[in-house]
């Protein structure tokens, strides 16, 4: 036996440094959730893992855009709800008025309130903004309003919004000042309700759409999620046997080790 190398301590001791080394990669997995925790762990992992978790990114803030999308349809079809119920109320003033028992001043009160009312439908289409845009202005009649609904580009959706006024309605000049008069406008509301319930209509269409969006998005995210949690995140039950079996081969390596330093002293002690 030679004594001046101890060539078994150093190979007892080259696999306690292995194993040193990999109980502090398997403590570093349970102390942060993750088997991959830098590039050298897993590359191809990693690389795969960084793209799940940027589509998933990606779907989380395409989902806030939707949210927000809906929002802002919900306050332009609030605002059609209250035309709709002016232009009832002027289709019933309309009627009221195309009776020959009516006085020329009975109608000309009736018409006041036909002016207020249309003074208020121009009001609704003039101020009805979300975020400092006018949605019923006409702004976004043949520039529609678009939005990014998913994480990679051109997964875009658009809406066109037509202006809501009077003149658009065709209402504008509305006269209740004669029977005529009157009857020609139960006809031109009549037309400006179909035209509000029309864009009611295509605004419902379009939440209906951003919804199913969202939830699609929100599959998308689940899914992703878990994919990249395959990949990425540690397996607990397997890092803790790895735990357990890497200190117990250090336990054994430091009472190898010992027996290993002890071997040449016990060699000159037959000498002596």
């Known amino acids: 036996m030679r004594i001046n190398t101890n060539v078994t301590a150093l190979n007892v001791h080259r696999n306690l440094v292995a194993t040193d080394f990999e109980l502090s990669k398997v403590m570093e997995k349970l ?7 830098r590039a ?10 960084e793209k799940l978790r940027t589509q998933v990114r990606g779907l989380q803030v395409a989902t806030d855009n939707a949210q927000h999308a809906i929002s802002m349809v919900q306050v332009a079809e609030g605002a059609l709800n209250e035309v709709h119920a002016i232009l009832q109320r002027l289709r019933e003033l309309a009627v009221q008025a195309a009776n020959d028992h009516l006085t020329d001043d009975d109608r000309a009160q009736i018409q006041k309130e036909v002016d207020a009312l249309l003074a208020q439908i121009d009001y609704i289409g003039n101020t009805t903004q979300f975020n400092t845009k006018k949605l019923l202005s006409g702004d976004f009649e043949s520039t529609p309003l678009t939005f990014q609904v998913g994480a990679n580009a051109g997964e875009q959706v658009s809406i066109n919004i037509s202006a809501v006024n009077t003149g658009a309605l065709g209402i504008d000049s509305l006269s209740v000042g004669d029977l005529a008069s009157a009857s020609d406008a139960i006809s031109a509301v009549d037309n400006a309700i179909s035209y509000v319930t029309s864009l009611r209509t295509h605004l419902g269409a379009f939440q209906n759409r951003l919804e199913r969006i969202i939830s699609n998005n929100n599959i998308g995210v689940e899914n992703q999620s878990a994919a990249e949690s395959r990949i990425r995140d540690v397996d607990m039950a397997k890092a803790v ?3 357990v079996r890497y200190q117990i081969l250090q336990n054994t390596g430091v009472a190898a080790l010992a027996q290993a330093n002890a071997l ?3 060699v000159l002690s037959l000498l002596r």
Not at 31 to 37: D, F, V, Y
Not at 42 to 48: F, Q, S
């Open 40 to 49: 050298a762990d897993d590359a191809a992992g990693l690389a795969v893992s």
């Open 31 to 37: 102390a942060s959730g993750l088997r991959i925790n």
């Open 241 to 243: 046997m790895e735990l």
């Open 264 to 266: 040449p002293q016990a």
